[in-house]
Structure formats: C-alpha cells, structure tokens
C-alpha cells in the first residue's frame, strides 16, 4: 500500500488486463461523495438482510448508525461481518458507472471525541437533514434530542478489501 491507499489489481477475467486500475484517491472519492449506501448483514440463521443507509466515509473507514431495535443490529451482534455498497450505474446497466464494494467487519464506535468527527462529518455531508448529537455511546437526531433517552449505535467498517466494477477497466480489488 503506498501512502495515498492500495493500488488495485485489475482481475484478468472479469476486465481488459491492459486497463489502467482506477487510483485508490478516486475510489475513495467516490466513496465519500456517494449519498445511499447498501449494507448486507448475515442474520442468525445465514440468511442475508440487506438495506439501504446514508453513511459517512471518513478517516478510511465507512460510518453508519442505527437505531438499536433494528434488524441489522441483532446480525451485527452475533456477526460483524458486511458487504456495502454504492454506485453510480443508472437504471441497472452494467456497461455505465461504476459501483463498489466494501467488504470487512464492523466494529462500534464508542470514544466521544470520535462520535463527534462522525457527527460533524454527516453534518458536513448532509446538513440538517442527519444532525446528530453524541450521547453516552451512540448518536440522537438533533431534533429528537430533548424528547428521547434512546441512542443509536454507530458503526465503523475499515474494509480488508474493495471492490470496483464498470468504469472501462471491469473489476479492480484494492485489499488493505
């Protein structure tokens, strides 16, 4: 890894081995611009439960919160373990945009002084729309503040590995 990020491999059978990989600062980019994200959780079972969910790619990891009674929490307790996604492909084609994956294990973040960096980083992205405030160990609306005692856990996913699809060079992989 060089000190900008990974450098991605180009997979020989699913794109043009000649292709240049896409620079690690323009995956990240894509990653931080991108407004919906997709997580898949493994339920108990093994079944998969997918969803969609605003998030913040900041610091090199992937944020998301939750409120505590949701499905994905009940998977994440018993199996870190996610793929997310997001995208660019419009109207389902394979052959515009680029779409990636983010594959790793979650871990909750807890440290107040980090919950505030990812507070002020969906604010920055999003405005007011997703204004949180830090309380105890998890986030609350900002317009919700003064009526609950329920926080919602925060999600950090560092990802081991990313994958790029589209974009003229078919699958690059850029591991950690």
């Given at each position: ?7 991605g491999?180009?997979d ?9 990989p ?26 998969p ?9 900041h ?9 505590a ?14 793929a ?55 986030f609350?609306?900002?317009s ?9 856990p ?20 850029y591991?950690?």
């Amino acid at each position: 890894m060089s000190q900008t990020g990974p450098t991605g491999v180009i997979d020989p059978r699913y794109g043009d081995p000649s292709a240049t990989p896409p620079p690690w600062a323009d995956i990240e980019r894509r990653l931080q611009d991108a407004g919906l994200y997709w997580i898949v959780t493994v339920r108990a079972d093994g079944r998969p439960h997918a969803v969609p969910l605003v998030g913040v790619w900041h610091e090199g990891a992937f944020a998301f919160c939750t409120t505590a009674q949701e499905q994905k929490v009940r998977n994440l307790d018993g199996n870190p373990s996610v793929a997310v996604t997001t995208g660019t492909t419009g109207a389902g084609r394979w052959d515009s945009g680029v779409e990636l994956v983010m594959e790793g294990e979650v871990a909750r973040v807890t440290d107040p002084d980090r919950l505030q960096r990812l507070a002020d980083a969906w604010f920055a992205k999003y405005g007011d729309d997703w204004r949180f405030e830090v309380r105890g160990q998890g986030f609350v609306e900002a317009s919700e503040a003064a009526a609950t005692d329920e926080t919602a856990p925060v999600y950090r996913l560092a990802p081991g590995k990313v994958l790029a699809f589209g974009g003229g060079h078919g699958q690059t992989a850029y591991r950690f």
